[in-house]
């Protein structure tokens, strides 16, 4: 290394400990060791090779395939020169940061059958680095060290019930010679809680419960005692949700662990909590001792949350001077649509405004940190329900935001969109499937028109955000929404994927797009940045999956399905994708089958509540999952129960739902399904790329 690099990597040393002090180890050194970059979370990286100057010549480098079968969500790490991906379905691959060369991958063969108990597909956020050591967690609920160098497994723990109700999509992460992992399954009926384990030998060294479980037992951390004062009714028999399923930050100094806690179970409080009380911890940033798991304190973003708000979304660590002071802050984005920026030693709220449009409060109330709710917001006293902004999926979902602290802006991909939140007639508390209590419906979408207004509805943002003012420096339309997390670089630079299949690049100040790559596949993953033999990479997984793109992917997307790849970029790269033409399916003709106009009305109802979130709202399908229009299974009685009620598929990850479905609802279901495929027969929509 020549001195002046070594020179300017010291500096870059003191400038990044300046950043937040104690923050290890700075991006100078090229790496990306931790989920977030460092413990900051900020996903920024001093690198500034690639920059506004050179960005015209950033290339393909070299790519990775990956089987198509689930959307990708990871940010890779970078440690030692290696670069780690998690994929769909928890395979982890290594490879040389700068070649590409694959060294090793290691499958920890998960039943397809756990896919039923996910809510948005086998979906992995990352694997986390210490000591030599790989952590990766599995859907089916498993934490696995693995040897960094060589792909070998060290040990594995089961960290969920047997057979509950819980799934793990999320990140490890590690700090004070432990590794930590929440879960998912609050739409499925689970109770949250976070487990640290030791990194060398896989014990458990404390696991901390986000909710009160039944109070005749006693309770397993000392706080629940106060928190189950703010619950009420039977809240235990549906699990009380409070899932950690994406979001942990680490203050090293304060040896705090910061914890995004998920939404309620059932949503409606009715059922819930008879009605009252803030639910702790539901929708709540908790900071643990990292060490003991004891409670220190929490912030509640949305208290008694009943619309699906987690404030699961990552926590940004910074030092901001506010108000004439140098604060030690966390910010959050949570999907209520404010933005928070809280004293990250004490929780005391320093401010709080909302960074997209919000009609379920008015505002946070400063003296007391609550929010003001409207009247519209009590959807469960209504019986037609109320329509409000944000929806269920939130201003801010998963994918992560980045802080860039020398322009001192926040990068938000904003979800702009409605929900209708309305109760079922009957709350069942389902033994497969969600079990939320909201009513899903399944609007006419064969209808062009109601199609189209439904694309209108959902509409993106990149959205560039002052936390000192509070206020936009820029924001940035995008036509749909559910884009890719943000990485920000020292070269002055935004890096976000899209929906539609285009890698983007943008001016950090400004917002101006400076460059784009066709990725043929919708990008939801959070790209990162890192050096290897001399040169400035980019790297970023495509892929399509994710809530938003089950759901609603054959409304914002229809052309785009899920090609599974690593991609690396840098200045010059030379490589190219293969041409990309996705195979055509033929609809099936069913025009002169008969449908009961009843029970397809019945199937319909059936289908929103049972099929929508894997298969696509209305039968619309999504690129990823099978349009079921299009399924030769739809065609005969026979065939769709055999898959539907007795599993003949589970080995895909269509399991049973025979616990749930009787075979004529199931018929019912199918009848709604044909009548859709002649719907799009009559519209002549005879034709979708595969998958
Ligand atoms: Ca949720």
Known sequence: MKLSAQLSAVFSFFIAASVVPGDVPPLASGEWRFHGGTYTDQRYS????????????LKLDWFAEYPSDGGQQATPLIVNG????????????????????ELWRFDPQVPRAVLIKACCGPVSRGVAYADGKIFAATLDGRLIALGATSGKKLWETLTVPQGGRYTITGAPRVADGKVFIGNGGAEFGARGYVSAYDIDTGALAWRFYTVPGDPSKPFENPILKEAVKTWHGEWWKYGGGGTVWDSMSYDPELNLLYIGVGNSTPYNPAIRTA?????????????????????????????????????TQNMVLADLEIRGELRRVIMQAPKNGFFYVLDRATGELLSADNFSKVTWARGIDLETGRPVLTEEARWWLKDEGSALFPAPGGAHNWQPMAFHPEAGYAYIPVNVYPGTFRAVQEYTFEAVGRTTGLAASSPPLSDPEVRAAA?????????????????????????????????????????????????????????????????????????????????????????????????????????????????VFKLGGKAVLPDHAPAMIQLPDWTAVEVDAGRAKKGAGLYAHYCMSCHGISTQGNGITPDLRYSPLSGTAAAFKAVVMDGVMAATGMASFSAVLSADETEDIRHYVVQQNQSAQKAGENFRPGR
């Open 46 to 57: 001093r690198l500034a090779h690639i920059n506004a100057d050179t960005i015209n010549r």
């Open 82 to 101: 290696i670069i780690y991906v998690a994929t769909a379905w928890n395979v982890v691959y290594a490879y040389a940061a700068g070649s590409g060369e």
């Open 275 to 311: 009605g009252m009380g803030d639910n702790w911890f539901v929708s709540s940033i908790v900071a643990l001792d990292a060490s003991t798991g004891r409670y220190v304190w929490h912030y509640q973003t949305t208290p008694g949350d009943s619309w699906d708000y987690t404030a």
């Open 455 to 567: 694309g209108a509805n959902l509409r993106g943002q990149l959205l560039a955000w002052d936390p000192i003012r509070q206020q936009a420096a820029w924001r940035i339309q995008q036509r749909f929404s559910g884009n890719g997390g943000i990485l920000a670089t020292g070269g002055g630079l935004l890096f976000q994927g899209d929906t539609q299949g285009m890698f983007n690049a943008y001016d950090a100040l400004r917002g101006e797009p400076l460059w784009q790559f066709d990725a043929q596949s919708a990008i939801v993953a959070p790209p990162v940045t890192y050096m290897a033999d001399g040169e400035q990479y980019v790297a970023v997984l495509s892929g399509k999956g994710g809530s938003l793109a089950r759901i609603a992917g054959g409304i914002i997307s229809p052309k785009v399905t899920n090609i599974s790849r690593l991609l």
